[in-house]
């Protein structure tokens, strides 16, 4: 019953996370599992740098919150025929002494959802086996259920990573910076 109500509490947090990553609020880039951290030279001209406003790149969006912190994300794009997964990265820039720290975090209402999720349905595998004394089906469903997670994650991360570094890759070449 505690995982329901995680799940429920997880979703729609994960409702509020989508609208404030669109508009580009910081607990949604800083919250979260971290899956890319690394650091490059990066020389950034000052110029190319505009505080508080929204900029777009083919397929990112980015805006500078600091003179020396950068929010990123890819666009959302409607109606456009692509595989979708429910662990779209967003990304830090910050700029110090000629290099950027670059972050990659996976968003934290939809990973708790997950993780609830694979809670409950953990219980109620072993309920199942309990009440019914069957516990070759119950281990069944159970590794049925892990394995739909375990997939779904493993196939989700490398596809959004790609399209992380796809858009820091936009962002970069949009601020006319040099390596």
Same mark, same amino acid.
């Given at each position: 019953?505690?995982?329901?109500?995680?799940?429920?509490?997880?979703?729609?947090?994960? *409702? $509020?996370?989508?609208?404030?990553?669109?508009?580009?609020?910081?607990?949604?880039?800083?919250?979260?599992?971290?899956?890319?951290?690394?650091? @490059?030279?990066?020389?950034?001209? @000052? /110029?190319?740098?505009?505080?508080? #406003?929204?900029? @777009?790149? #083919?397929?990112?969006?980015?805006?500078?919150?600091?003179?020396?912190?950068?929010?990123?994300?890819?666009?959302?794009?409607? =109606?456009?025929?692509?595989? /979708?997964?429910?662990?779209?990265?967003?990304?830090?820039?910050?700029?110090?002494?000629? *290099?950027?720290?670059? #972050?990659?975090?996976?968003?934290?209402?939809?990973?708790? =959802?997950?993780?609830?999720?694979? *809670?409950?349905?953990?219980?109620?595998?072993?309920?199942?086996?309990?009440?019914?004394?069957?516990?070759? =089906?119950?281990?069944?469903?159970?590794?049925?259920?892990?394995?739909?997670?375990? *997939?779904?994650?493993?196939?989700?991360?490398?596809? #959004?990573?790609?399209?992380?570094?796809?858009? $820091?890759?936009?962002?970069?070449?949009?601020?006319?910076?040099?390596?």
């Amino acid at each position: 019953m505690l995982s329901w109500g995680v799940a429920i509490l997880a979703w729609f947090y994960g *409702i $509020y996370e989508m609208f404030a990553t669109n508009r580009m609020i910081i607990s949604s880039y800083i919250l979260g599992k971290k899956v890319l951290d690394f650091k @490059e030279p990066f020389v950034c001209h @000052e /110029h190319s740098i505009r505080v508080n #406003e929204m900029l @777009e790149t #083919e397929n990112g969006k980015f805006k500078f919150i600091q003179r020396s912190k950068c929010l990123f994300r890819e666009k959302l794009k409607l =109606f456009h025929l692509r595989w /979708h997964t429910p662990f779209p990265l967003r990304g830090t820039l910050a700029f110090q002494d000629g *290099i950027v720290h670059v #972050e990659g975090r996976l968003p934290l209402g939809p990973t708790v =959802f997950m993780a609830a999720w694979a *809670i409950g349905w953990t219980s109620g595998g072993i309920g199942f086996g309990i009440q019914e004394h069957d516990f070759r =089906f119950a281990g069944l469903f159970i590794l049925i259920g892990w394995l739909f997670l375990l *997939i779904m994650y493993y196939m989700s991360v490398p596809l #959004e990573k790609k399209r992380f570094l796809v858009v $820091y890759e936009e962002v970069k070449q949009n601020l006319r910076c040099s390596k």
